[in-house]
Each structure stands twice: as C-alpha cells, then as structure tokens.
C-alpha cells in the first residue's frame, strides 16, 4: 500500500480530501461529549482539516500520516510555527496543537499513544484493502483505551473490489469492531453521484472502566 499511497500524494489524486471540515464530525462530534482536552488520534489523516476543526474544539490531535508531501501540505495551511523532531521511526512536525506523525499506524505502539483518549476515522478504514482491515481494527483498539470514544466514516459502493475508498459494509464494520468496541450506527446516508453511501459510527471501547 505505501508505494501506491505515495504515489496517489506526488500525482495530486487526492480526490478523498475535502477541503471543509467534514459535516458528520461537526454534526456528531460534540454528541459524543468527549472531555474538552482530550488527545484525538486520526490515523491515515492526510492533510484532513478535520484536525484543524477538532484542535479548535478543544483537542490536541495526533495524526499519523505516511506520506510526507500530504504533512507538508497541511503545515504549509497556516503560517504558524513548526517544531520538528523524530522519535522511533517516525518523524515528527507540531503546529499549534497539532501532533502529525509520519510513518506506518500500524508500527504506532501503545507507549507513543499514551495520552490518547479518543479517535476519528474518516478515511483510514477505506483506504484499506480487505487483507488489512482487521489488523487495523484490532491495532486501533489496543492503541485507545477503555472507555475512548471515536466517530468512524465508512463508504460503500457497487464495485467491491475497487478502491481506496474501498467499500465497507455494515456487516463488515460489525464483524471488525465488536469485539473491542461498542458499534452505533448514527447516520446512513443517500448515494451520491457515483454510487457512494457514506455511513457514520460511533464507536466506544469496551473493557473495564479506568
């Protein structure tokens, strides 16, 4: 995936970016009463400015990110300040409160999300082929801990094999998460002009309470 995800960023197909914040983070966020202060994890974030909308929310944010041209080009977004430092195998850019990280989610281990206590999928998941779905549902839920909150994304469209966005269906989203977590569905939406459904999820890892 990295070589082909690399080369998406490099060309411009980066037709998965929005250039708003997202309608179902600013509609279902605040629904979730996530403690103002919370540290959000956005894998996969690319230059999403949902980052942006979450930080002004309140949150600090740590985005991991494995294509450095997408980091750049959200630093590049504002004129702030930029500290830059690496730390086991990824390097690291701060802005504001802002944390993205470059380099693979999956070698994220759990000491480096310590202060993690909620997350945000709006494009992780679908950008994931099949093979790889449930190593990330599983490596997200031992990166949150008990209790963290999240608002998941998910797309499905006719060709089940093309992607990203790949389609993921209800079924499919239930089968991965509930193990670990406690699945709402909050909202399915209407087609769009190419077929795609996007559907939105909260999510609730389960476990003992801290």
Same mark, same amino acid.
């Given at each position: =995936?990295?070589?082909? %995800? ?22 279902? %966020?605040?629904?979730?009463? *996530?403690?103002?202060?919370?540290? *959000?994890? *956005?894998? #996969?974030?690319?230059?999403?400015? @949902? =980052? ?15 294509? !450095? ?34 380099? @693979? ?24 082929? !099949? ?13 949150? !801990?008990?209790?963290?909150?999240? #608002? ?11 992607? !990203?966005?790949?389609? *993921?269906?209800? @079924?499919?989203?239930?089968? #991965? ?34």
């Amino acid at each position: =995936m990295s070589t082909s %995800w690399r080369q998406r960023w490099q060309e411009g197909r980066i037709g998965f970016h929005l250039d708003q914040p997202h309608p179902a983070l600013v509609h279902y %966020w605040p629904t979730l009463e *996530v403690e103002s202060g919370t540290k *959000v994890l *956005v894998p #996969l974030c690319g230059k999403s400015l @949902d =980052m942006r909308w979450l930080a002004e929310a309140g949150h600090p944010v740590l985005g991991i990110e494995l294509a !450095p041209e997408a980091i750049e080009q959200f630093l590049a977004q504002r004129s702030i300040g930029v500290s830059r430092y690496a730390q086991a195998g990824f390097e690291i850019s701060r802005q504001g409160s802002v944390e993205l990280w470059c380099g @693979d989610f999956f070698h994220l281990h759990i000491q480096q999300a310590a202060e993690v206590g909620a997350f945000y999928d709006r494009a992780s998941l679908i950008a994931l082929p !099949p093979a790889t779905r449930e190593r990330y549902a599983f490596h997200l839920a031992q990166l949150v !801990p008990p209790g963290a909150k999240g #608002l998941l994304v998910s797309i499905t469209h006719q060709d089940d094999e093309a992607g !990203p966005p790949y389609s *993921v269906p209800g @079924d499919e989203i239930a089968q #991965l998460f509930t193990p670990n977590f406690r699945v709402t569905l909050l909202e399915k939406g209407s087609p769009d002009e190419r077929g795609r459904t996007e559907s939105v999820w909260s999510l609730k890892r389960r476990g003992p309470p801290l």
